[in-house]
């Protein structure tokens, strides 16, 4: 079983920044990748950034240069640096793990969700 724990939201002012992590901890294998995705109100959950094992990065298009995710391999923990935060920024933030938890078994685990509100 994974454990997916996430902290670092809160209320900001619009313009300001916020830095989101998130620690996987368990029994698996390995971890092929982590991200980050949001889910505004009335809104389906999106991606926001997604990094895999190797290190690269993807990233929803309309964020590009204002989020920024990182990782720390050897502490299993992911982040998600958010700068010039809008409005439209406000929303629950999931952190997503995709491990390996058999030989060939992946499976995809998510935290409870941390709360990212802007006020404009």
């Known amino acids: 079983q994974v454990q997916v724990v996430e902290s670092g939201g809160g209320l900001v002012q619009a313009g300001q920044s916020l830095r989101l992590s998130c620690a996987a901890s368990g029994t698996f294998f390995a971890i092929n990748a982590m991200g980050w995705y949001r889910q505004a109100p009335g809104k389906q959950r999106e991606v926001v950034a997604v990094i895999l094992s190797g290190g690269s990065t993807s990233y929803a298009d309309s964020l590009k240069g204002r989020f920024t995710i990182s990782r720390d391999g050897a502490k299993n923990t992911v982040y998600l640096q958010m700068n010039n935060l809008e409005a439209e920024d406000t929303a629950v933030y999931y952190c997503?793990?995709?491990?390996?938890?058999?030989?060939?078994?992946?499976?995809?685990?998510w935290g409870q969700g941390t709360q990212v509100t802007v006020s404009s």
């Open positions: 997503n793990v995709r491990a390996r938890i058999g030989l060939v078994h992946v499976d995809d685990y």
